[in-house]
């Protein structure tokens, strides 16, 4: 069941997303410092250039956590889904255990009968 979702695979790919976003973001770590010999507003279009993409690298980090978390929800689903199918085998199987138990003694309550 998890190799029909490819859960595996998803997960690692989205996590490996993730961390080169967060390393792309750690490259953006501060902003850049105001430069003397430039007027205000050059320093103005240094700083919404820096912001800007720091931004946009938020917002992808954003949406990779995002999937990530959908493809961990799939994953537990189908956890679950597995460990009901197994609870029900389980009863499944508990239930005939007791079923064989109770014609050997039966059979054992006869024999006694007869002998």
């Not at 998803?10 to 080169?20: A, C, E, F, V």
């Not at 770590?29 to 003397?36: E, G, T, V």
């Not at 961990?72 to 889904?81: A, I, K, W």
């Amino acid at each position: 069941m998890l190799t029909k979702i490819g859960a595996g695979e998803i997960i690692y790919g989205l996590r490996k997303k993730i961390q080169s976003i967060k390393f792309e973001l750690d490259q953006l770590d501060n902003p850049p410092s105001k430069i003397p010999e430039l007027i205000e507003s050059a320093n103005f279009l240094h700083l919404n250039e820096y912001l800007s993409k720091t931004n946009d690298k938020k917002t992808e980090l954003l949406c990779a956590y995002e999937q990530y978390s959908m493809a961990l929800e799939e994953l537990l689903e189908t956890v679950f889904d597995i460990q009901n199918g197994l609870k029900d085998i389980l009863k499944e199987q508990s239930s005939m255990i007791n079923s064989q138990s109770k014609k050997s003694l039966k059979t054992k309550k006869q024999r006694k009968i007869k002998k």
